[in-house]
T-cell receptor, first 115, second 113 residues
Framework: GAVVSQHPSRVICKSGTSVKIECRSL??????MFWYRQFPKQSLMLMAT?????????EQGVEKDKFLINHASLTLSTLTVTSAHPEDSSFYIC???????????FGSGTRLTVV | DAKTTQPPSMDCAEGRAANLPCNHS???????VYWYRQIHSQGPQYIIH???NNETNEMASLIITEDRKSSTLILPHATLRDTAVYYC??????????????FGKGTSLLVTP
């Protein structure tokens, strides 16, 4: 079946530094990728939608200058959390659209802890 | 997207069938019902989806009422590994590009020994 590889699975960084999270579709081309954030005991919240070769569309309340998304190819999207702060600590999950038969495939998530 | 309503939590004994209900009374004719689950600290896993006919795969069965206003996900023989949060999502299926799946609060299923 379709596989989306997301890494790192876990990262700890110091406040003020930047962290990059990668999301790769391994056996299909993902025309659209989505980035979600999940706080403890809450549901997934959509952060942004990105289409290959174009700028990402961010959900209301998500700072585009803080959460940089690059979707340079049909198999790779990256999320960079810039100048991370402790409140950015969360579980980040990517999803790729494009694999039959149901379209949506999710990565395994990245646990970000900012200290 | 049509809104869905699910019970916040359910228990099920191991080996028994788990029946998870979902209400989607405002569903439109071109919207599918998707079910995903999320095991703790993992990404969501696809289970099944359907439009109006009942569906079955190796993981589960999906029963959609005739008026399509509600559905039930059935795990026929629940195991401890089925403990997870189950999300019922209604979405238009678009073959040209993807629109994000919007997750509600889901049902937290606890399978007990």
């Amino acid at each position: 079946g379709a596989v989306v590889s997301q890494h790192p699975s876990r990262v700890i960084c110091k406040s003020g530094t930047s962290v990059k999270i990668e999301c790769r579709s391994l056996d299909f081309q993902a025309t659209t990728m989505f980035w979600y954030r999940q706080f403890p005991k809450q549901s997934l919240m959509l952060m942004a939608t990105s289409n290959e070769g174009s700028k990402a569309t961010y959900e209301q309340g998500v700072e585009k200058d803080k959460f940089l998304i690059n979707h340079a190819s049909l198999t790779l999207s990256t999320l960079t959390v810039t100048s991370a702060h402790p409140e950015d600590s969360s579980f980040y999950i990517c999803s790729a659209w494009g694999a039959a038969p149901y379209g949506y495939t999710f990565g395994s998530g990245t646990r970000l802890t900012v200290v | 997207d049509a809104k869905t309503t699910q019970p916040p939590s359910m228990d099920c004994a191991e080996g028994r069938a788990a029946n998870l209900p979902c209400n989607h009374s405002t569903i439109s004719g071109n919207e599918y019902v998707y079910w995903y689950r999320q095991i703790h600290s993992q990404g969501p896993q696809y289970i099944i989806h359907g439009l109006k006919n009942n569906e079955t795969n190796e993981m589960a069965s999906l029963i959609i009422t005739e008026d399509r206003k509600s559905s039930t996900l059935i795990l026929p023989h629940a195991t401890l590994r089925d403990t997870a949060v189950y999300y019922c999502i209604v979405r238009v299926a678009n073959s040209n590009s993807g629109y994000a799946l919007n997750f509600g609060k889901g049902t937290s299923l606890l399978v007990t020994p």
